[in-house]
């Protein structure tokens, strides 16, 4: 009896094995590199995909991020929706990570930064929307929380995302894991440094702990949309898409992820080898 019992189990787990592998496998290409003469094409690229998905999908589940870059995708989706062509009613938000300490109307936390960049600006139901909290009480379970609504709400359709001078995609720093899960990290001294300018300058104001998405969280999304501009992302731009894959630039994980669509406008681009190949795969995509 025993025997037969192992023999089940191990097909079971082969089985399941083999479906998730294929449910993995459904879909995969080649990660999309998209190159835009400057900020403005990027902007309306990255929004004509968001668009397009919440036009195929009104409850989508949408993943969003800060910072300066995905700005001008948001005035785009901000002009759409004020124009009766899009509709965020029944979009539900998750955003990749917030500043630990920093209570959501503090005007530095992603909180604000989400409701004054995007949120206020378009027909979203606010019960839809979840930004991490950077003042829970026990952050381990508030993290759990956070993973479990994601679930709840199905799964991450789209996660937007901009890439860090380091290579982070959330705050997930060099040297997390590549299967982390959403957590309280430590930033970087050199994200310190890059994101001081929105602290008066001040590097002794920028929270030094985040909460952020994991990368085996971030991965879990249906498709990933990267955007980044200007030479500074140039280095980490040419490490994410032709570096190895490594826990050293996060964002090189995605060239594990079956639908990863990187948005750059010349500058960030300018240090990647194959442009022409991916100008050339971009013009000839298939439509079929
Ligand atoms: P940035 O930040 O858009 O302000 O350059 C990107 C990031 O750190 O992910």
């Not at 083999?18 to 290409?29: A, D, E, F, I």
């Not at 995302?161 to 060099?174: A, M, T, V």
């Not at 982390?180 to 430590?186: A, F, G, N, P, Q």
């Not at 990933?224 to 280095?235: G, H, R, W």
Request: with cysteine; glycine share 6%; aromatic share 8%.
């Amino acid at each position: 009896v025993l025997k037969t019992l192992k023999i089940e189990f191990v097909t079971l787990i082969m089985n399941h094995a083999l479906h998730s592998t294929k449910k993995y496998l459904k879909g995969v290409r080649l990660m999309q590199v998209i190159i835009k003469e400057n900020y403005d094409e990027m902007s309306k690229e990255a929004a004509q995909i968001i668009k397009d998905a919440i036009h195929l999908k009104p409850n989508l589940v949408l993943g969003l991020a800060t910072g300066s870059t995905p700005i001008g995708t948001y005035k785009e989706l901000i002009r759409s929706c004020k124009e009766g062509d899009l509709d965020f009613s029944k979009v539900v938000t998750f955003n990749l990570d917030e500043y630990v300490g920093l209570p959501q109307k503090h005007d530095q936390s992603y909180h604000y930064f989400m409701h004054d960049k995007l949120f206020n600006h378009i027909n979203i139901n606010e019960a839809n929307v979840h930004v991490p909290s950077g003042i829970a009480k026990d952050f381990a379970q508030y993290c759990q929380w956070y993973e479990d609504e994601i679930d709840k709400a199905g799964g991450i359709d789209l996660q937007v995302l901009g890439i860090g001078s380091d290579g982070h995609i959330g705050f997930n720093e060099p040297g997390t894991s590549l299967a982390s899960r959403t957590s309280l990290v430590t930033l970087t001294e050199e994200t310190i440094e890059d994101n001081k300018r929105f602290f008066a300058g001040d590097e002794a104001a920028v929270p030094r702990f985040a909460i952020t998405m994991g990368v085996g969280t971030i991965m879990e999304a249906k498709c990933c949309l990267l955007v980044a501009n200007s030479e500074k992302k140039a280095d980490p731009v040419s490490m994410l898409v032709e570096g190895p894959i490594t826990s050293q630039i996060t964002a090189s994980a995605l060239q594990m992820h079956p639908n990863a669509i990187v948005i750059v406008d010349e500058s960030a681009a300018s240090k990647l080898k194959r442009v022409d190949y991916y100008k050339w795969a971009y013009e000839n995509r298939p439509t079929f």
